[in-house]
Each structure stands twice: as C-alpha cells, then as structure tokens.
C-alpha cells in the first residue's frame, strides 16, 4: 500500500509499505477514506519524541471493512465506520467502567495517513455510521476518531455542568472541540484563550463567549477580572505543556477540576498549590469508544459540526505538505484524502 512513513525530524514521505495483514480473529482491515493529521503527529515530526526510522504514522481515520478475523462478528466487510485512535474490546473491566484507553487489550491505529488500516479489536472499536455517508459528511465523522471525544473527555473530566464559566486553554482542533464539547453540556460562559483571529473565529461558532488572547500570568489576570476574581468552575487543559498547565490550573476557582488530555511534554505539577485551593486534576488518554456512539448522534442529528476544524484538504501524496502548514501554523488541521 503507499502510506505515510516518518524518517526524521520534519522528514515525513509518501511511500510503499506493506500492506497490514490479520494477525488475530479480532482483528480487521479498513480502506480509509479520510484521515488526518493531529497536533500530537507533531511531536516527533519536530523532534520532541523519538521515532522508529521508516514507520508508517497517523491514528486518525474512517472507512471501509474490506477484511475481518474469524471471530469478528459485530461488523462486517462493506461497513463503513469510525476507527477510534485507541482500539479495545469493550468487554474488559476497565472498558465496563468507561476507560477504554485503559483496556487490557488495547492497540491503536498506526497508519492512518495511509491507504489501509489495522484495527485490532474490531467488535468492540469499530462503530458503524448507517448506510454510506455523503462526502460532505467526512469531515465531521473523521473528527469523531480522536479530536472531538478528546475535547469532549477534557469537558467530562473538569466536570462540565450546566451554568459553569468554563476556561479552555489551546486554540488546536482539541481545544476547539473542548469549547463544542463545554457547550453541548451547558456551559453558560465559555472563555476561549487564542491568539489566532482563524482559530477565534471557530471557537466562536462551537460556542465561546470569550477570548483571551494573552499568555501566562498575563491570561490568569484576564480570567481573573473577567470573573469577578472568582476564576473558572472547570478548566480544559488541551496543549500539554507545562506553561498551559500552570495557566490552567492558575485560572482554576477554588474546589474546581482541570481536565487535561494534551499530551503531557515536561509538565511539572505544582501539588502545593493545587493542595491549598483544593483544585483537582483529571483527565488523560480519551477513551473514544465510550463518547462515540452518543457524538455520532449527535453529528447525524445535526447538532454539532466538529468537522469546522479541518481547515486544508489535501490528497495523501501531499501529506508532507499537509505536515508542513500544521507546524508553521498555517493550518488547524489537515484532512487528507487518497
């Protein structure tokens, strides 16, 4: 198959590699018909996480089952469906209390920016969208395989509840989902911190009420005035670096939770003071499977469009490219297409 492949520091190629092959009864095989690139693909594109030279890249994808294991039952060849990032079986006792992204068997997805895909719990990951869905709708299907239940899983762990002022702290398709995701469960203010008029204009439209368009302590005042000194009943961390944490547990009211799903790079936590205010801290790897069939829902109903954050298609053979806009900032996020 030609897949994307990642060699080095900024060094993503287009190329031949094998195709996957069913290892296990449980395992499928699905066409993709779109994938992405996501802001965590970043990490060891700039360098920030070692890399196995030539390995295929991208968790992010929807298609078509086009091969199923022995003992797959659930779903079949023709379905089209959302690939979660992290497969599981939906069976095990981590995945019964909703932590799928804990499962005993979990795997996740490895070539998405490529032609096919393995998936190595079929029955319990896969979800199936009814019929086969209009182009049109891709977008926001193919969100619901990482950034939306991300955004949504940052929402439910800072305990989003009707009426809260909600801080979401990074303006990339996480956060841009953590402000749908804060509205859906009805945040009646939502702050926004952006610096970047086109990632501001989408928080807007998912429903912010706010923007902040400041860093470091300098935000912390902005929230800090905007809220009567009281600061935010929840907090969405969605960057994963030390200065968007200390932010977001700095603009934390007393008793209020950060939920953090940025993927955490040289974050030192300051229990102290989260000791004294009584702040709490949950949150990390989403587990997609447990949000999916509800936001799939939700899309379908036309409730919410979290395909907005896609703003560059590109055909798969443009990958590096696609790569390129996201690191320089000219990009949100990139869908890419065979």
Known sequence: MRATTIHGTRDIRFTEAPDPTIGRDTDAIVRVVAGCICGSDLWPYRGENPIKVGATIGHECIGEVVEIGDAVRDVAVGDFVVVPFDHCD???AHCQVGMHSACVNLGVTTSGQS???????ADGSLVKVPGTPDASLYPALLALSDVMPTGWHAAVSARVKPGDTVVVVGDGAVGLCGV???RELGAERIIAMSRHADRQAIATAFGATE????RGKEAADAVAEATDGVGADAVLECVGTDQSMKTALRVARPGATVGFVG??????IPVNSMF???VGLAGGMAPVRAYLPDLLHRVLAGAIDPGRVFDLALPLEQVAEGYAAMDERRAIKVMLTP
Not at 115 to 121: A, M
């Open 180 to 182: 749908l995701a804060a």
């Open 276 to 278: 004294g205010r009584n």
């Open 263 to 268: 993927v955490p790079h040289g974050v030192q």
């Open 90 to 92: 939906n069976t095990c």
């Open 211 to 214: 923007i902040v368009a400041v």
């Open 115 to 121: 032609e096919f895909t393995l998936v190595n719990q």
